[in-house]
Each structure stands twice: as structure tokens, then as C-alpha cells.
């Protein structure tokens, strides 16, 4: 599988593609209601649900009654917040779950604990609720960056691949850390993961990128939304995923999460701003969705 992936998606040389994805589809309505509002809008350009969340029924039913917009899974192994938690779709007496039966509130006690066996049926009960739900899926991701091996080096990346392969749909892998460091070892790790998603036949793109999940102290939006410009502007050639998490900053997102409310509040409204918009325009970045990866890997693109 050559790695330039946007000649094989037919655009033009040197062409700036973006995907703007809103991460956490479905775990509170202050979520839906923003993604829902933002996806109409065509403010972003996919986004991927929580299956096990509480508020997922929402969020499922809108995707399934919106087949055209690009709506992935969010394969979720943890379940980070204090007050609000949620638990495996394959029930309590596995592997996956802390002593009160939750996922684990971090990363680090998935990649110690969390057999292969449980992790590949999880993802595949969470993406097959999905589609039974009629969800047109488009794409795979995975919350908190739980199967990537990043803190101890034990990565659940084969089930993931596996899972994606067989069904057809790309994974939110990035080829290269341009952009976000000079870790070696790590962008080690990533040539290692991105030459398995080759073999797997599992399209994946060339960056990934972000920014701080919570605003800084006395950080006004008006310096969220110029330092999302500046990320904007600085898109090299190729294909880049930004994902962000934005909810509507109400009294429902303050009691869920315990962190980052006005920050997420933050998102929603600059990915509706026109200043933002304009510094789309201005740079010519070329908007794409997963959707196109996925006809991409299913050679059904002309």
C-alpha cells in the first residue's frame, strides 16, 4: 500500500487535506447536541460515538436516520470521569473492568490488565451495536488512545486491525508524528503500527493532531480559537485528522466531566466561527471525510 494517501484519494499534488472529527459522539446530550448542531452545519467533517456511554441511543438513532454524514466508532476501554462512568457492552467478569465494575478510569491499567481475548470482543460488540442500530460506519477510532501500547508498550492494535479489516473500514492511526514532537522511540512505534495496518489492508492517515484538552489558566476563547488558526495554518501536504471535543458548556457538562467544560464549550463555538472559517478558506485546505478512506480501502472509489 503506497503511503500517499492523498494521490490515491485523486487530489491534486501537494494538496492540504484536513478532516476536522469531533471526538465523544453520544457519552452526554451537552455532546450530541453540539456534534449534532456542528455536523448539520457542515462545521466538521465526521465524528465517532461512544457506544457504551448512557446517552448513546441518541446519538445512534441520529446517525442512523443521517447515513450521508461520516459517523465512526469511538472503541472505548475507559471510563475516565469521577461521577460519571460507564462498562463493558460484554459485561462485568472480564478483564476490563475496575474493582466497582467500570472500565478503568486510565490507560495504564488497560494495557496492564486487559486481555486480548476481552478487548477484541468489546470492540466488536461496540461496533456491531452500532450497526444493528443502522449506523452507517465509516471509521474506527479509540477513546483515550487505550489500544496504541504508548505507556507500557502492550498495544491491543492487532484485535483493532483485525476488527477493521474485516469490516472494511479505516483506523485512526497516524504514519508520522510531524507536527507534534521528536520522539523517536515513539515515532519508532508508529512505523512499526502503520507498516501492520498495510499488511492488514487498513487505510490510515498521515498525521494526527489536536490541541491542550483544557484551556489554560485565565486562557480567553479568543486565544483557543487563534491558537486552532495557527494549527490551521500550519497543515502541511498530505492527510491530517484534528479531532476535538466539542459540547454545549451547560449545567449537564459541569456535572459529567471534571474537566475541560469551558474548554469543550470553547470548541463548539469556534468551529463555527468565522474567523476560523476564513482561515480555512484562506489556506485551501481541502476538507475530505472518512467516508472517502473507506471507499478507498473498499476499492470503491473510481
Known amino acids: 500500500m503506497s503511503p500517499d494517501l492523498a494521490t490515491r484519494l485523486g487530489l491534486p499534488a501537494g494538496a ?54 461520516d459517523v465512526g ?28 465494575g467500570w472500565f478503568p478510569r486510565d490507560v495504564l491499567s488497560v494495557e496492564r490488565n486487559a486481555s486480548g481475548d476481552d ?11 452500532a450497526l444493528d442500530a443502522g449506523v452507517d460506519v465509516t471509521h474506527l477510532d479509540n477513546h483515550m488512545g487505550s489500544v496504541y501500547g504508548l505507556l507500557t508498550g502492550r498495544d491491543f492494535l492487532g484485535q483493532v486491525l ?5 469490516h472494511g473500514l479505516p483506523f485512526r492511526l497516524p ?29 490510515i492517515i498521515d498525521r494526527l493532531w489536536s490541541h491542550p484538552f483544557e484551556a489554560a489558566p485565565d486562557e480567553s476563547y479568543e486565544q483557543v480559537r487563534d491558537g486552532f488558526i495557527a494549527l490551521l495554518r500550519a497543515v ?10 466539542p459540547m454545549v458548556d451547560d449545567d449537564e457538562l459541569r456535572a459529567t466531566v471534571d474537566f475541560g467544560a469551558e474548554k469543550r464549550g470553547h470548541e463548539l463555538r469556534l468551529l463555527s466561527d468565522p ?26 472509489r473510481a
Open 16 to 69: 492540504r487535506a484536513l478532516i476536522i472529527n469531533a471526538d465523544d459522539f453520544g457519552m452526554c446530550h451537552a455532546a450530541n447536541t453540539a456534534i449534532i448542531d456542528l455536523l448539520q452545519a457542515g462545521h466538521i467533517d465526521s465524528t465517532t460515538l461512544m457506544v457504551p456511554c448512557a446517552w448513546a441511543p441518541e446519538a445512534l438513532a441520529f446517525a442512523a436516520s443521517r447515513t450521508d454524514l
Open 73 to 100: 466508532v469511538h472503541l472505548v476501554l475507559t471510563s475516565e470521569w469521577a461521577d460519571y462512568r460507564w462498562r463493558p457492552l460484554t459485561g462485568t467478569r472480564t478483564s476490563l473492568v475496575d474493582e466497582g
Open 162 to 166: 483485525e476488527l477493521a479489516a474485516r
Open 119 to 129: 478487548v477484541a470482543a468489546e470492540i466488536e460488540a461496540q461496533l456491531q451495536t
Open 236 to 245: 502541511p501536504a498530505g492527510v491530517t485528522e484534528i479531532y476535538l471535543h
Open 175 to 203: 504514519r508520522s508524528m510531524e507536527g507534534t514532537g521528536n520522539d523517536a522511540a515513539l515515532q519508532a512505534q508508529l512505523t512499526r503500527a502503520a507498516a501492520a495496518a498495510d499488511a492488514f489492508g487498513v487505510e
Open 275 to 300: 474567523e476560523v472559517l476564513q482561515a480555512i478558506a484562506d489556506e485551501g485546505l481541502v476538507r475530505i471525510g472518512w467516508r472517502d478512506m473507506r471507499d478507498l480501502q473498499r476499492g470503491e
